[in-house]
């Protein structure tokens, strides 16, 4: 009788497969639809969500650490890399650190490399780098300031490069990028073992009392654009391991009778500070710069939400028009994307909204979702 019952439970298990999936603790494989420039990641609290902005729906999730800051794509890999710090009793015990490989069909984590558990779980982006095609930079703090080189041809934990007072890992030329407390921008070269070859640094540039820059940069044609507390923008590349540097110009513009596209006076504002989690987008192809405002407050202020998202063209270097949120909203990260006809994405009080970013037109708003844009092509 018992043996008749199992074989029935069988048969009728299999008749039910042949026709639904299963419902499964880690959930179903599903293959993701078709990406392209218009895609980004909206990372959240141990969940990277992989959005069409053009459609508005999310086509699949990375399983992240509670700890990993950012992911970094590499499309032509097919894979997207995070790295994230785990303990063993959840949220205690043993730290293993790890730098994780996505599938981009399944958003499946189909590698994974354990590197020294330094790695530093804040921040932004800049905290991991895809650096010459073939290596993962992951930013450490313990509090020495290092990084990790993950091979990814070998999957393998290479060296540690110790970088101190420097933050961030940009790839450029034959290495990375950081920011650095003297004042410059510091340059490490890496050879094909992913070994350092060679150290520069740029000139002053700012001053880390006065006006530091954010620790958080964005891509341009050319290098990468830093931007300070206080608004003043520059760019820095890197040609045979020298660095250059841009004059720089603000987005507080001198006291002018002159009036924006909507405008609103081109007045001296003093008062307004840029702020957010990922403060500023760029695309230069379209020449547009959007940043993340908000009123009053010093330099300790420079995480707070913003009420507004100012949007200038890179060529005037002037604003070209505000867009002012509801009074119970505020923006916390702004992304562009990197195409030739580009979208601005907002995270809004729990929402993304999708614009046109030459105008600030509203596209549509995605609800019920919330976190740090990321560009999945072209960043």
Same mark, same amino acid.
């Given at each position: ?42 990372? #959240? ?55 994780? #490989? ?80 003297? #004042? ?196």
């Amino acid at each position: 009788m018992a043996m008749r019952l199992i074989t029935a439970i069988l048969v009728l298990t299999s008749a039910a497969t042949a026709s639904a999936q299963w419902d499964t603790v880690l959930g179903d494989a599903l293959d993701m639809p078709e990406t392209g420039p218009h895609w980004v990641s909206v990372r #959240g609290r141990g969940i990277a969500y992989l959005l069409d902005a053009d459609t508005g729906k999310v086509g699949g999730t990375l399983d992240i650490s509670n700890f990993t800051p950012a992911v970094r794509p590499a499309m032509t890999r097919d894979r997207i890399y995070a790295y994230g710090s785990f303990y063993s009793r959840g949220t205690y015990g043993d730290r293993t650190d790890v730098v994780i #490989g996505f599938d981009t069909a399944t958003t499946l984590p189909v590698e994974e490399v354990e590197i020294p558990p330094k790695a530093a779980g804040i921040g932004n982006p800049g905290m991991i780098g895809l650096i010459n095609e073939q290596f993962i930079g992951v930013w450490n703090i313990t509090p020495a300031i290092s990084v990790s080189i993950v091979d990814l041809d070998s999957s393998e934990f290479v060296t540690e490069i110790s970088t101190p007072n420097c933050a961030g890992i940009y790839p450029a030329d034959r290495g990375f990028i950081s920011s650095c407390a003297d #004042g410059t921008v510091q340059y490490v070269g890496l050879n094909e073992n992913g070994e350092e070859t060679s150290r520069s640094s740029s000139e002053v540039f700012f001053d880390l009392f006065e006006d530091p820059v954010l620790d958080y940069a964005v891509p341009s044609d050319d290098g990468w654009v830093f931007m300070t507390m206080n608004g003043r923008v520059h760019e820095a590349a890197v040609e045979n391991g020298q660095i250059s540097i841009s004059d720089g110009w603000s987005i507080n513009p001198p006291d002018t009778d002159a009036t924006d596209r909507n405008r609103m006076p081109l007045s001296n504002d003093d008062d307004w500070r840029l702020g957010g989690n990922q403060a500023y987008a760029l695309n230069s192809k379209a020449e547009v710069l959007a940043v993340v405002m908000h009123q009053g407050g010093g330099q300790e202020s420079f995480e707070d939400s913003g009420t507004e998202v100012w949007v200038f063209s890179t060529r005037s270097q002037r604003r070209g028009y505000r867009i002012t949120l509801e009074d119970d909203e505020t923006v916390t990260s702004v992304q562009m994307t990197q195409d030739e006809n580009p979208l601005l994405l907002l995270a809004v009080s729990g929402t993304i909204q999708v614009r046109e970013p030459v105008t600030g037109r509203l596209i549509r708003t995605i609800e019920d979702l919330s976190g740090t844009i990321q560009n999945l092509y072209g960043d």
